[in-house]
């Protein structure tokens, strides 16, 4: 019984930051995000973001180790934006297109309930 | 913010909905990339709170069960959890010392068979405390006929079950028992024209590999057409299949708010460290945080001392407020 406890996959630790940057000096504008207590989830949706603006050189990420609940960003920009503020345009443009969704999605589920009346199946 | 207040304009998320029932609903989800609907697959099937039993005190049992074997089929029985996110505390956030009414549902179940005759007990025997957060969370999913829900135990003559069971609010990510859906079907490029999938074959693609029921919603492959290496998925089909906790369009509801608050606390990590990002990406409405806006303090619960997490004072991500939560 030496499995990691299963909170631990979301539960941050006694002290441990939600996010840290860490700014890469190998190559310019870049950055190594690491996000603890989270997984492919957010990682691949934020990366698949980033990677579609002109702006981004380079984004990707890595999960280190399966069983540590914690995932790598790198990000590099062409200079007009430091990736930090990248990093949070990203954030925000994605929750606004969750908001659309939950719009929509409303929307359409009260057109549906309309047609069908009540929806039984 | 330019750029990507263009793309958000012209391709925001679009969905249809193509069939929908009490327990499942299908639709489409278009203008979004593969990692969008992928996360929000993800989080459907493992981060949407709903309540389920977790902790039974067990006074008699004379069945032919043990314990443990009881008390896993406690927690897979499904508990309605309409609003659970915003009316049940988790017990490791609460303030009590180990459950209450605010974090956690009651059922008790008491049953002896006393005939010559195999008696069953049902989910529909488990009674449930009606001090709790709200009206309904926490009341078993009956949906059969006989309103009885699903068996969990057989008893023979001078059998007993006599126990306590507490259910808890928590995440599919801890448990199973906490998935508020049986299955989430996910389907994208009917046609495979993008061959992000190999067909293994013998001798006829066609003749081996049936269209699945979403081919006709798209164009097959024209005779001849050349392949188009940058072109991306564009529709998704999903099959949201929930298990009675939560009615399906709650499911959807649920996990973009659990997608945008895990969002937000990312914001928030970052604008605690230089400029306020966290604050400035607030929405206006009535966000409440406690009166105050520094989010370190938002997101800590220091008194935690939850039975099932024997560790004090773990920071969590779930003492957010939902973003937008206004807005649906
Ligand atoms: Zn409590």
């Known amino acids: 019984m030496n499995a990691p406890d299963r909170f631990e996959l979301f539960l941050l630790g006694e002290g441990e930051k939600k996010v840290t940057e860490e700014i890469d000096t190998r190559t310019p504008n870049t950055s190594i995000f690491t996000f603890n207590k989270e997984d492919h989830t957010l990682a691949n949706m934020i990366r698949a973001r980033l990677v579609k603006n002109p702006k981004v050189e380079f984004c990707g990420y890595k999960i280190p180790h399966p069983l540590f609940a914690t995932f790598e960003l790198r990000l590099q920009t062409n200079g007009e934006k430091t990736p930090k503020e990248m990093l949070i345009d990203a954030c925000q443009t994605l929750i606004r297109s969750l908001n659309t969704l939950s719009a929509d999605w409303t929307k359409e589920y009260e057109l549906r309930r309309m047609v069908s009346g009540g929806g039984d199946k | ?328």
């Open chain 2, 1 to 328: 913010m330019d750029f990507d207040d263009d793309m958000i304009l012209d391709q925001g998320p679009a969905v249809t909905i193509t069939e929908a029932g009490d327990n499942f609903v299908n639709f489409a989800l278009q203008k979004v990339d593969l990692s969008f609907a992928n996360s929000l697959r993800r989080v459907i099937m493992a981060e949407i709170p709903i309540m389920a039993i977790d902790l039974v005190e067990i006074e008699v049992n004379s069945s032919v069960l043990p314990d443990e074997f009881l008390c896993h089929r406690l927690g897979l029985i499904p508990l309605v959890s309409k609003n659970c996110t915003e009316d049940v505390e988790y017990t490791r956030e609460c303030d009590c010392d180990q459950y209450c009414s605010r974090c956690s549902v009651t059922l008790s179940l008491h049953a002896k068979c006393t005939s010559n005759e195999i008696m069953k007990v049902y989910a529909a025997d488990l009674l449930v405390d009606h001090d709790r957060a709200n009206p309904w969370v926490g009341t078993p999913v009956i949906t059969d006929a006989e309103g009885k829900g699903t068996v969990i135990c057989k008893l023979r003559n001078g059998q007993e079950l006599r126990m306590k069971c507490i259910a808890k609010k928590g995440i599919g990510k801890e448990h199973a028992k906490w998935a508020p859906v049986a299955a989430v079907g996910f389907e994208y490029d009917p046609h495979n024209k993008l061959k992000h999938t190999d067909l293994w074959f013998e001798k006829s693609i066609a003749e081996e590999w049936p269209a699945s029921k979403h081919a006709e919603w798209e164009e097959p492959a024209q005779e001849g057409e050349r392949f188009d290496p940058d072109a991306e998925p564009d529709k998704y089909y999903f099959e949201v299949e929930g298990v009675g906790n939560l009615a399906p369009d709650q499911i959807i509801h649920e996990g973009i708010k659990v997608l945008q608050t895990k969002l937000a606390t990312i914001l928030n990590a970052l604008g605690e460290t230089k400029e306020d990002a966290g604050e400035r990406f607030l929405p206006d409405d009535d966000v409440d945080m406690g009166g105050r806006n520094d989010f370190d303090n938002g997101y800590t619960t220091p008194g935690y001392n939850g039975p099932s997490y024997g560790n004090h004072g773990r920071a969590t991500p779930y003492g957010a407020t939902p973003y937008g939560q206004s807005g649906y």
